[in-house]
């Protein structure tokens, strides 16, 4: 059974960066992409960036210059991370396996 | 980037009522292999998305018969046959033709 799920800080203050990691299983990071995708409360889904089966990465124009997305392999786990973050990075972080399965996502809130 | 566009907003219904929700791009979103990669969700309040259809016209697992997708190049329609309770939430599209991938603003399906 495939399942994604998110884990990262609550809250993160402004211009930190943000860590979260996405652990799956019924697959492998090897086999299938995985993407990052956010919202903000009350708003629409923002595509963050991936990660290739390959390894390799593609990011949000907007976002690329603070963002890096990465794996362990052997733990079968992606990462997101996103440096000077600002309040409008707050929002539910969501991974998603091949544009299909997604992960119940993670609140993350930038506030001081 | 690409731009999606999707129209309507809002949509009132009816139980049991068709409806379609349009998806239009700013380019075309055939790739050079032929391929059209152009997906829908639903995400009904508190949940995270669902995969509704992908690359155009294919039904999600467990996806109910009642959804369809069809298009080409820059247009895109979902088509809702027979609104059900369970069906009320947001709708999106995405595009996966163009790296940065990006979604529509969403539709939300209300009960009228």
């Known amino acids: 059974q495939v399942r994604l799920k998110e884990s990262g800080p609550r809250l993160v203050q402004p211009s930190q960066t943000l860590s979260v990691t996405c652990t799956v299983s019924g697959f492998s990071v090897t086999s299938y992409h995985v993407s990052w995708v956010r919202q903000p409360p009350g708003k629409g889904l923002e595509w963050v960036g991936a990660?290739?089966?390959?390894?390799?990465?593609d990011y949000n124009s907007a976002l690329k210059s603070r963002l890096s997305i990465s794996r362990d392999t052997s733990k079968n786990q992606v990462f997101l991370k996103m440096n000077s973050l600002q309040t409008d990075d707050t929002g539910t972080y969501y991974c998603?396996?091949?544009?299909?399965?997604w992960g119940q996502g993670t609140l993350v809130t930038v506030s001081s | 980037d690409v731009v999606l566009t999707q129209t309507p907003s809002t949509l009132s219904a009816t139980i049991g009522q068709s409806v379609s929700i349009s998806c239009r791009s700013s380019?075309?979103?055939?790739?050079?292999?032929?391929?059209?990669?152009l997906y829908w969700y639903l995400q009904r309040p508190g949940q995270s998305p669902q995969l509704l259809i992908y690359?155009?016209?294919n039904l999600g697992s467990g996806v109910p018969n009642r959804f369809s997708g069809s298009g080409s190049g820059t247009d895109f329609t979902l088509k809702i046959s027979g609104v059900e309770a369970e069906d009320l939430g947001v709708y999106y599209c995405m595009q996966a033709t163009h790296a940065p991938y990006t979604f529509g603003a969403g539709t939300k399906l209300e009960l009228k």
């Open positions: 990660i290739w089966k390959g390894g390799s990465t």
């Open positions: 380019q075309s979103l055939l790739d050079s292999a032929g391929n059209t990669y």
């Open positions: 998603v396996k091949g544009f299909a399965y």
């Open positions: 690359l155009v016209s």
